[in-house]
């Protein structure tokens, strides 16, 4: 298969859906692909400041919250920042109501409500031990994306109290709060550009609901083994779960190390 550029969703993609680990297998495979003049990009919900472990493998371009801030090197490529007006009254609103909200900037910071569900819903989908600092000062940065730490059934105050913002569930307990419309395909088509790219060029590895309209982006979208059944569905391709060396074995396959 001719490939140019392979973008990987991170937490159950490049690293371990289990563990929060980095197969030696992945590590292996990236370093081939690098040698070999593929582009490598991460496309995460992750702020850049949690993907550091990743530029050490060498992927020097970053899709982060979730397509709202993308970055090649130092140079920003992408960018959806929220209106800090909106900011500032969803903030007040969960502070309000005692809910948990956390922020993307180039790092990750929360309000000052903690909850035994957001640590754990935050090691689920960030591997995190511990909750981020809580912020101050969060009007005088530019925000990408806000976090709620809320269930189905709270979920329906925000929305009425905030008919034109976007809200996107993608785990029990978290919803994205939006105000325009952020995804990693909108992302991927921008770094595309960027490299003078086209989706014919590109493959893209995910599990989870929110790389559904990445996998389509692509030329070749491959879902992992442990993946979400609507990834699966729509994938060209189902390689074997993160944690069983899945990325190494589909690349094997499409013969590209």
Same mark, same amino acid.
């Given at each position: 298969?001719?490939?140019? #550029?392979?973008?990987?969703?991170?937490?159950?993609?490049?690293?371990?859906?289990?563990?929060?680990?980095?197969?030696?297998?992945?590590?292996?495979?990236l370093?081939?692909?690098?040698?070999?003049g593929?582009?490598?990009?991460?496309?995460?919900?992750?702020?850049?400041?949690?993907?550091?472990?990743?530029?050490?493998?060498?992927?020097?371009?970053?899709?982060?919250?979730?397509g709202?801030?993308?970055?090649?090197?130092?140079?920003? #490529?992408?960018t959806?920042?929220?209106?800090?007006?909106?900011?500032?009254?969803?903030?007040?609103?969960?502070?309000?109501?005692?809910?948990?909200?956390?922020?993307?900037t180039?790092?990750?910071?929360?309000?000052?409500?903690?909850?035994?569900?957001?640590?754990?819903?935050?090691?689920?989908?960030?591997?995190?031990?511990?909750?981020?600092?809580?912020t101050?000062?969060?009007?005088?940065?530019e925000?990408?994306?806000?976090?709620?730490?809320?269930?189905?059934q709270?979920?329906?105050?925000? #929305?009425?109290?905030?008919?034109?913002?976007?809200?996107?569930?993608?785990?029990?307990?978290?919803?994205?709060?939006?105000?325009?419309?952020?995804?990693?395909? #909108?992302?991927?088509?921008?770094?595309?550009?960027?490299?003078?790219?086209?989706?014919?060029d590109?493959?893209?590895?995910?599990?989870?609901?929110?790389?559904?309209?990445?996998?389509?982006?692509?030329?070749?979208?491959?879902a992992?083994?442990?993946g979400?059944?609507?990834?699966?569905?729509?994938a060209?391709?189902?390689?074997?779960?993160?944690?069983?060396g899945?990325?190494?074995?589909?690349?094997?396959?499409?013969?590209l190390?």
């Open positions: 298969m001719d490939c140019k #550029i392979i973008f990987f969703d991170v937490d159950g993609t490049l690293i371990n859906y289990g563990n929060g680990c980095i197969e030696r297998s992945t590590k292996n495979a370093q081939i692909l690098r040698n070999k593929i582009r490598l990009v991460a496309a995460t919900g992750r702020p850049l400041s949690m993907c550091h472990d990743l530029q050490e493998l060498g992927i020097d371009t970053f899709i982060t919250a979730n709202a801030y993308t970055r090649h090197g130092d140079r920003i #490529i992408h959806i920042p929220i209106a800090q007006e909106i900011v500032q009254s969803v903030k007040a609103f969960a502070d309000d109501n005692n809910d948990s909200l956390s922020f993307f180039d790092q990750l910071s929360m309000n000052n409500v903690r909850h035994p569900a957001t640590l754990k819903a935050m090691k689920e989908t960030l591997s995190l031990d511990e909750y981020p600092p809580t101050t000062n969060i009007l005088s940065k925000v990408y994306l806000m976090c709620l730490y809320i269930n189905e709270e979920e329906k105050k925000y #929305i009425t109290q905030f008919p034109n913002l976007k809200f996107e569930r993608w785990h029990p307990t978290i919803m994205n709060v939006l105000q325009d419309d952020v995804s990693k395909s #909108i992302a991927v088509e921008a770094v595309l550009k960027y490299f003078n790219l086209l989706p014919k590109a493959i893209a590895f995910g599990d989870g609901d929110n790389d559904i309209n990445m996998l389509k982006q692509v030329g070749y979208g491959i992992m083994g442990n979400s059944v609507a990834v699966k569905n729509i060209d391709y189902i390689t074997m779960k993160s944690d069983e899945g990325i190494d074995y589909a690349l094997r396959k499409l013969q190390i």
